[in-house]
């Protein structure tokens, strides 16, 4: 086993035959990749033209069911002429703004508290029957209770997504933090770390991978929680965007405040996922996962 | 001056998630003199690891005393080194962060401890690698990240369990050269637990067999072969064989001991 890591052999080392072979398989390659971009446009404006069409022939109720000319109508109006609350941006900023607040606290209290109890025997087994109950009870009606203690403002929306997120965090970090190799903390031990050491140095770092596949899923239940207090009542919101679209019959509003939902979640999935390449440099990298 | 390991009437008795009782080490009596490097064989699964785990204050004896440098054993020691089985390495750090770990955990200040670990990875041949990640070092350079790790510690006593038992053959001989050859300059006491009777007669002083699970000391033989020692060719001499022969008659009923128990235990 010598200390030099074989390079992978270069392709233009060989022979010429060897070269456009190469390139052949490159572009074949390149190809396919294309393809699949190809059709999912293709599907997506195939879908977005049948729906178009069956409004427009009155197969389906337009009044219902809209139509995405009007709906694409109805996001541009709103964004340059400003929606009756107020200028879009301004909702959406409120929403990312309850929905980020609420989702930072709520992690950090779930990571904080689910490293405590999994490290800490003692707390977790007096403790644990009492999460369990509080992860059972459907804590998206605890919104209203909200609205009644922290009023129409941003607080009861920021305190719903709180309870939404802090439980999947909770679980994965007191998972993640239970799960550490034994191994990995009996070496540390040995290699002389302290208690506190260990958490913060084996047991923290071990449990990011875990911590971090709830991060997804919660910023998910973030918006969700934002939403949902907006829709009950608000002042400002997208969730708001959406009952006033109600309260008027206006359907193409709904799902105009559907999509510009459905983009901020893509946007900050996509910043998440950014920020989890940086984190885990040190992970192998897994081949063939191409999103 | 006190030996380096004294067990005296050392038992470990463990409870199994069933709730019944298993006992991994019973009655155990065993001397390590200092800077001796003795081996431990025994048949699979006899409790050698657990002995190792008594020592290093991971785990508390059931039952007698075990003490370390005369001292009796309270909780990790600090003059003692482990080397696992399996590559207890922090995958999250690189190669140097991870050897000067165990440094850092002893409040060393940073810049000397990265000038010790640059040191130690020197020393077995891994300097142009301290950027990288575990996942990226074959399985004989982690072991090699794993034994700078533990020896920049300047451990007194080395234990070691079964350190080699995930290599190939020929990075297995090498590594055994190197460890005599890091091994030789530091005046460490070593317990080499391995099942590999070839291993240890090449390695050690003196081997010590153990009794099918649960374990306790069989017999001792002290190993007379001069050193330093090449475990390639040690083994080839007449005398190794003789020692091998002579061990592996009282070793050999232990392992069809545990084989037929295995077999009973199938049945």
């Not at chain 2, 962060?97 to 000038?115: D, I, L």
Request: neutral net charge; proline residues 4%.
């Amino acid at each position: 086993m010598s200390p030099e890591t074989a390079t992978a052999p270069a392709a233009r080392d060989k022979s010429g035959s060897d070269t456009s072979r190469t390139r052949a398989r490159a572009q074949a390659a390149r190809n396919k990749q294309l393809l699949v971009y190809a059709t999912r446009v293709l599907l997506l404006v195939g879908l977005l033209g049948l729906w178009e069409w069956l409004a427009r022939t009155a197969v389906i109720d337009p009044f219902n069911f809209s139509m995405p000319s009007k709906i694409w109508t109805q996001i541009s109006n709103w964004a340059l002429n400003g929606t009756p609350q107020g200028s879009l941006w301004e909702q959406i900023w409120y929403t990312l703004y309850e929905a980020l607040l609420g989702w930072i606290i709520g992690v950090f209290g779930g990571v904080v508290l689910g490293i405590t109890l999994g490290r800490i025997r003692f707390l977790s087994d007096v403790l644990g029957p009492y999460v369990k109950v509080l992860n059972a009870l459907p804590r998206i009606v605890l919104a209203p209770v909200f609205l009644i203690w922290f009023g129409l403002g941003p607080a009861s929306k920021i305190a719903s997504a709180v309870v939404l997120v802090f439980f999947p965090v909770f679980f994965n970090a007191f998972q993640g933090a239970r799960e550490v190799d034994r191994n990995l903390v009996a070496n540390s031990r040995i290699l002389g770390a302290s208690d506190r050491q260990v958490t913060l140095q084996v047991v923290i770092p071990s449990a990011t991978s875990w911590i971090f596949t709830s991060l997804h899923v919660s910023f998910g239940f973030a918006l969700i929680g934002a939403i949902v207090g907006e829709y009950i009542g608000a002042t400002k919101g997208i969730g708001l965007l959406v009952s006033a679209s109600q309260g008027t019959f206006n359907a193409a509003g709904v799902y105009a405040a559907m999509v510009i939902l459905a983009v901020v979640a893509l946007l900050a999935e996509g910043a998440l996922a950014f920020l989890e390449k940086k984190l885990f440099r040190w992970r192998p990298v897994d081949s063939g996962s191409g999103t | 001056m006190s030996p380096a390991i004294e067990l005296r009437g050392t038992s470990k008795v463990f409870r199994t998630p069933s709730g019944a009782l298993h006992t991994a080490v019973r009655d155990l009596d065993l001397t390590v003199e200092r800077g001796e490097f003795v081996a431990v064989v025994g048949p699979t699964g006899c409790g050698k690891s657990t002995t190792l785990t008594l020592v290093s204050g991971l785990e508390e004896p059931t039952e007698g005393d075990v003490r370390v440098a005369g001292e009796p054993v309270d909780g990790v020691g600090e003059k003692i080194g482990f080397v696992f089985q399996r590559d207890a390495v922090f995958p999250w750090r690189t190669v140097l962060s991870n050897v000067m770990a165990g440094p850092r955990f002893r409040g060393v200040a940073k810049a000397e401890a990265k000038e010790r670990a640059r040191e130690w990875l020197a020393r077995v041949g891994l300097a142009s690698f301290e950027d990288r990640y575990p996942h990226q070092l074959s399985g004989g350079q982690l072991k090699r990240v794993a034994l700078a790790t533990t020896l920049v510690n300047d451990p007194e006593l080395l234990l070691m369990d079964e350190p080699f038992s995930a290599l190939d053959v020929q990075t297995r001989a090498l590594m055994s050269d190197e460890l005599l050859e890091l091994w030789s300059g530091t005046g460490a006491s070593v317990v080499f637990v391995t099942h590999d009777l070839e291993e240890s007669i090449a390695l050690a002083d003196k081997v010590v067999v153990m009794t099918a699970g649960p374990a306790t000391v069989k017999e001792i033989f002290e190993i007379d072969l001069p050193r330093p020692r090449k475990v390639e060719s040690v083994r080839l001499e007449s005398r190794f064989v003789e020692i091998y022969r002579e061990i592996w008659s009282s070793l050999g009923e232990e392992v069809r001991i545990t084989r037929e128990r295995g077999a009973s235990d199938v049945a």
